[in-house]
């Protein structure tokens, strides 16, 4: 044969981040190197990663949120070798392929109520930019709203959406015409959709960065119900994205559905693809779909070549049934409830903990300043260069010392998000409260480890700062 991947990957094994700093981005090379996450991953398979020595690492990152199913799932595998098998025709275009009508008719089944219109795309920002345009057609208004703290993606659209300095500096002009209201504050919000001007409101029913919602951190239970309302009494689209939050991640199907919301549109991306083949996914109500796809010269006014191809919608297909026969959703909930008990006992023997919170398997960890002198002290050096730089010490600790990937869940915030696969099980719950546990015990010394590596991203995030690195 001409081409053996198999060999090649054999060859060239190790080679990852020399190439990557040769060729893609050498500026996340230096990042990974720094926190002790450049790992070569040679194989995966559920909730571990492993590398060539066979050591294992506990995936509680799942590349984002995506590996809700677990990794290299034999469902998956085999669908799509099956797919394959079938030398189905491919994107087509100019017909209606079997397989992006079935996922669907599978996506309308499980969003339920009337919504029952589905148009698919390759990633989560992409959706979102559909849903943008679906708001503007269908109800002929400009203006968008989205929420302080949100994550919508990074193309134009969706990072006009997404309220965060941090993503958007430097990119030049965004969509004209988005505002943004603060999580909880329902005031706020009436105001801007009084105006009768606002196409959509889109809210993460569980926010990604930070793991934010209603119910917690003093933002009502009912703002979601009230806030969907005034958008129906002002005639503004009510948008949940679902990218993150969706397909059992919150521990339902969809997280809207913790407060019983009815949303007009609907996107969803990551834990659909069953981490193979990019998928996303925008569901809605006939007359809002129809607003975009008006008559017959506008058939194709929104489309993405790769969008519906067979072995994406076999993959969405293979993940629904998986998530179904598996109980998987159920899981999540059940798994991410257990987990978050056993942190919050853990909050009472570390005072550095302030708050477990989450839904599902998407669950924050929250820290505060120790009582300590010494150690307030450090924490404030930290927090003066730059404030995610204590989690960053735990994210470090876990994975230096115990081999388990977490993130830091947002910019300016002392909080980790764990993001497990919902197919975690006791085992897997007991190595990360452990290791939890023994990071926190050494953080309790200034002179450990734990600290001197702190003290270390510290100096590199003031040069980092001060324009010397
Ligand atoms: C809530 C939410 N929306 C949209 C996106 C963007 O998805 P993608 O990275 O597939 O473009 C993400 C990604 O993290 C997300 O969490």
């Not at 397989?99 to 390759?122: M, Y």
């Not at 015409?177 to 504050?185: M, T």
């Not at 798994?335 to 599902?360: D, F, N, S, T, Y």
Request: charged content about 25%; aromatic content about 8%.
């Amino acid at each position: 044969m001409s081409f053996d991947i198999k060999s090649l990957v054999a060859e060239r094994f190790g080679e990852n981040y020399e190439l990557h700093t040769q060729y893609l981005n050498r500026t996340l090379v230096s990042v990974l190197r720094t926190i002790g996450f450049d790992k070569c991953y040679a194989r995966a398979e559920g909730c571990y990663l492993y590398d060539k020595a066979g050591n294992d690492y506990l995936d509680f990152l799942s590349g984002y949120g995506v590996y809700g199913i677990g990794r290299n799932h034999p469902v998956l595998k085999q669908t799509i070798k099956d797919t394959l098998d079938l030398d189905l025709s491919n994107m087509v275009q100019m017909d209606c392929a079997l397989l992006s009508g079935l996922l669907g008719e599978g996506i309308a089944k499980i969003t339920g109520a009337d919504r029952d219109s589905c148009f698919f795309g390759n990633s989560g920002t992409e959706v979102n930019e559909a849903a943008i345009k679906f708001a503007r057609a269908s109800t002929g208004r400009n203006k968008m709203l989205s929420l302080k703290g949100s994550y919508h993606g990074l193309s134009y659209g969706s990072l006009s959406l997404t309220q965060n300095t941090n993503f958007q500096d430097g990119f030049g002009e965004l969509l004209p015409g988005v505002d943004y209201v603060a999580l909880g504050d329902i005031a706020a919000l009436e105001t801007a959709l009084a105006k009768k001007d606002v196409a959509g409101f889109i809210v993460e029913p569980v926010q990604g960065k930070g793991v934010h919602f209603p119910g917690v951190g003093g933002i009502a239970p009912n703002y979601y119900q009230q806030a969907q309302a005034l958008c129906r009494k002002y005639g503004t689209l009510f948008i949940c994205d679902e990218v993150q939050c969706g397909l059992g991640r919150a521990g339902k199907m969809f997280a809207y559905e913790h407060w019983d919301l009815d949303p007009d549109i609907v996107t969803m991306a990551k834990t659909l693809s069953g981490g193979f083949v990019p998928v996303g996914a925008i569901v809605t109500r006939r007359p809002v779909y129809q607003g975009v796809f008006s008559n017959m010269k506008r058939c194709v006014v929104h489309s993405s070549t790769f969008g519906r191809n067979n072995l994406a919608m076999a993959c969405g297909l293979a993940t629904l049934r998986v998530l179904e026969e598996e109980k998987l959703v159920e899981r999540s909930a059940q798994r991410g409830e257990q987990l978050m008990a056993r942190l919050r006992e853990l909050a009472k023997k570390h005072e550095m903990i302030k708050e477990v919170r989450g839904k599902g398997c998407m669950i924050a960890i929250e820290f505060q300043k120790p009582s300590s002198l010494l150690l307030r002290m450090a924490w404030k050096i930290f927090d003066n260069v730059d404030k995610g730089l204590f989690p960053e010490m735990i994210v470090h600790g876990l994975m230096a010392e115990h081999r388990i990937l977490t993130q830091v869940a947002g910019h300016n915030m002392d909080v980790i998000k764990i993001l497990p696969p919902y197919t975690i099980g006791d085992r897997e719950i007991d190595r990360f409260v452990d290791a939890l546990d023994k990071v926190l015990d050494e953080c309790g010394s200034p002179v450990g480890p734990m600290w001197t590596f702190g003290a270390n991203l510290a100096r590199h995030a003031f040069a980092v700062k001060n324009g010397k690195k």
